[in-house]
């Protein structure tokens, strides 16, 4: 069985001894009670693994022995899931599904339809998500901990769409409305792909004209409606299988 990861900035070289503290290392420590000579990967969440070994243990830290380091290509293509604020009681579920099924970049998106509105607390409620991320990262033991942006608008993913067309990217805006399909795009070819995931009452109509005008692809991801928590997170799955990035 593969070691558990927990994340760290700094790791030290090989032969040097690692000190896990903080949230992770009372979660290692007090939640997991990892003791002594248990195997710990360790990750900056930026693609470097560090195999290692528990030296101490106490109620809230970790000393780690490391003992080998390697740093793990992205993937390719990457993909960005732009998502539309779902309701509080599915948010950062949300997140946790699509940084499992392993989104790069996710951008919080206050759209048209939405019924949750950051506008007062977009602060607090990204950091909710960027937390949501790191801990789906864990548990899912991947090397990258997704970037979540700040909160964007409406006319931020129209330039954001934009900018991924112009490099050769694809963007799919999913919708019921779609006759594209997901696999009809020529994702093999892709440098970027961007998926934008409307919220519980659909893409507004304004918000649709917009992006096929900023060169989006309205997309029909399946023959079922999918929750807006879940729609990036079943794409993601697709993308796996249809790029390189499995």
């Known amino acids: 069985m593969a070691a558990t990861v927990f994340y760290l900035d700094d790791i030290p070289e090989p032969g ?3 000190v896990l503290d903080g949230p992770e290392g009372r979660h290692a420590a007090t939640v997991r ?3 002594v000579g248990e195997p710990i990967t360790l990750s900056d969440g930026a693609g470097l693994l560090a195999e290692s070994e528990v030296v101490a243990a106490q109620k809230d830290r970790l000393e780690l022995k490391v003992h080998a380091k390697v740093l793990l290509a992205p993937v390719t293509p990457p993909v960005t899931v732009v998502q539309a604020l779902p309701k509080s009681d599915r948010s950062e579920l949300a997140v946790e599904l699509m940084t499992e099924a392993g989104a790069d970049v996710i951008v919080p998106w206050q759209a048209a339809r939405c019924v949750a509105n950051w506008e007062a607390k977009a602060h607090k409620a990204v950091d909710k998500w ?4 790191r801990t789906a990262a864990r548990q899912s033991r991947r090397a990258y901990i997704p970037a979540v942006t700040d909160l ?5 993913i129209l330039d954001l769409t934009r ?3 112009a490099n050769n990217g694809i963007a799919a805006a999913l919708h019921e409305s779609g006759t594209t399909r997901l ?4 994702l093999a070819t892709a440098t970027h792909i961007l998926l934008i995931v ?3 009452g659909g893409l507004d109509d304004s918000e649709l004209s917009a992006l096929a005008d900023a060169g989006a692809d309205v997309t029909l991801l399946g023959p079922t409606v999918l929750r807006t928590s879940t729609a990036a997170t079943v794409a993601l799955g697709a993308l796996g299988a249809l790029t390189p990035r499995w």
């Open 16 to 18: 040097a001894v690692a």
């Open 33 to 35: 009670r990892i003791r």
């Open 130 to 133: 960027r937390t949501a991320a």
């Open 152 to 156: 964007h608008h409406t006319p931020d």
């Open 163 to 165: 900018k991924i067309k």
């Open 183 to 186: 696999t009809d795009l020529p």
């Open 198 to 200: 409307g919220p519980e």
